[in-house]
């Protein structure tokens, strides 16, 4: 039996569909981050909101929820710094069926921990009990970050180009997408077997490219163009949201070892290689884009990293071979 995210549940089509229609009333929408510019100021806020999907349903499933947390915080500043923002605050919204005080103060410390390693501030939140809207002691997370970056400073992907080299950051596991897919080829005997990969916290970059922006983007040529958080879509949809018109990326597969855990979920579930390198981020948390001069010494600057792909010339996209 062949499994697919669609075929788990998820549209990633139809999402794009409803931001595709959405971008009619609101044009600057689709970036990893909204932008406010502060009038007066030199500087933009940027916004981000984000979950944690179906990855809850395994931290209920092994009652494990001290990082949790993390995936949250990691889901929303990993955008921010996409844009080469500086995460500044969080807020969490934390709704449930019937409030465990002890089981919420340990989603919360993961949250804490999140924000101590984007050297962010946990300002407030919300937290909602809404009897018989979840089940038994079942949550969802929501989270809400702002940042600063300075006007002129910010990383679009706008100039990437022919020649441009992509740079490919390791992730922890599968961070927090396409558990839909991960649980529709898993038991729960299998999700408990492997819920230590599959809980892994999802990696924050912010402090490592913050300081290599801090780094290569000092004068008046970048050599940092752009940055993708490898996430819901994974290389195809991620990385096609910051190209120009005229760019086509080339990703090369065997540029990387993928982690075992991916190959376990695609050899058991017989998931076609599209499908799964549009669901799973495979093994690469961060893609960022470089002028091809720079490729080897911002290689070394990222501990782990690979150079897994190019940019030519020709139709927007992507392509993995």
């Known amino acids: 039996m062949t499994i697919t995210y669609k075929k788990a549940g998820v549209n990633i089509d139809a999402g794009n569909e409803l931001v595709k ?16 510019p502060l009038n007066g100021t030199k500087y933009n806020l940027v ?13 209920f499933l092994v009652d494990k929820h001290d990082t949790v947390g993390i995936d949250l915080v990691a889901m929303n500043v990993n955008d921010l710094i996409c ?23 340990q989603v919360i410390k993961g949250i ?39 006007k002129g400073k910010e990383i679009t992907g706008k100039d990437i180009k022919a020649g441009d080299a992509v740079i490919g950051l390791p992730s922890s596991g599968p961070h927090s997408n396409g558990y839909s897919l991960i649980r529709k080829v898993f038991s729960e005997k299998e999700l408990k077997q492997y819920s230590k990969q599959l809980l892994a916290p999802t990696k924050i970059y912010v402090k490592e490219v913050l300081a290599a922006l801090k780094k290569f983007n000092n004068g008046k040529k970048n050599k940092i163009v ?18 120009p018109q005229d760019a086509h990326v080339i990703i090369e597969k065997k540029s990387w070892k993928v982690p075992e855990i991916f190959e376990i979920i695609r050899k058991k579930g017989n998931v ?50």
């Open 112 to 150: 804490s921990n999140g924000c101590k390693q984007a050297d962010s501030q946990l300002i407030g939140g919300e937290t909602a009990e809404m009897p018989g809207f979840y089940q038994g002691e079942e949550y969802d997370l929501a989270g809400f970050s702002v940042g600063v970056v300075e």
């Open 47 to 59: 916004s981000s909101t984000d979950g944690v999907g179906t990855k809850l349903k395994i931290a």
């Open 272 to 321: 076609p290689e599209q499908d799964i390198y549009r669901t799973l981020n495979m093994g690469i948390g961060m893609a960022i884009f470089v002028r091809p001069d720079y490729a080897g010494e911002i290689k070394k600057y990222f501990k782990g990293s690979k150079i897994i792909g190019y940019v030519k010339k020709g139709a927007k996209g992507v392509e993995l071979v």
């Open 21 to 36: 229609r959405i971008k009619k009333n609101l044009p600057k929408i689709g970036g990893f981050g909204g932008l406010f």
């Open 226 to 243: 752009g940055l993708a958080h490898i996430t819901g879509g994974s290389f195809y949809d991620k990385i096609g949201r910051i190209l």
């Open 83 to 105: 844009c080469g923002a500086k995460p500044l605050f969080f807020l969490d919204y934390f709704a449930c069926g019937k409030l465990n005080v002890s089981l919420a103060e």
